[in-house]
C-alpha cells in the first residue's frame, strides 16, 4: 500500500515534509542491483526498534523495516524504476499528520492518521 509519512525520520530522509513509500510484505521484495546494502537503527516512537537500509555506494535510503510493521518492509516510492507502476500506486493514507506544518493539507482522497496506525 502507497502512503505518505510525516513523521520527523521521514521529512528528513526526504529532504521535504513527507516521504513516499510503499509497504509491502518482506517475503515479497527482491532486490536487484550490484550494491550492497548497510543498515543503521534508531528507536521509533512506539520504543521499537526501526532499522533504516541504504545503498553503500550512493547512499540513498532503500529500505525501512520497523519492528512495529512485523513482516513488512517500506519501500521508497521514488527508487521504484517502473513508471507505470508508480502511476497505479497513488498514495491512499497519510500517516503521523499530527507533524502537518500549519500550511500542510495533505493529499486529496488519502485517509489520514495521526499516528502510524
Known sequence: MPFTG???PCRKSSGTTYSLNIIIPTSSLNITGS???KTWKRTGESGK???NS???TCGNLVLVNPDAF???TIVKY???DDQ???DGMAPQREIYCKNFLQWERGLEGTEKKK???
Do not use: W
Open 49 to 51: 526498534e526501526v532499522t
Open 54 to 56: 541504504f545503498c553503500g
Open 78 to 80: 521514488g527508487l521504484v
Open 35 to 37: 550494491s550492497s546494502l
Open 84 to 86: 507505470d507502476v508508480l
Open 6 to 8: 510525516h513523521c520527523l
Open 115 to 117: 499516528e502510524s496506525t
Open 70 to 72: 512485523e513482516g513488512m
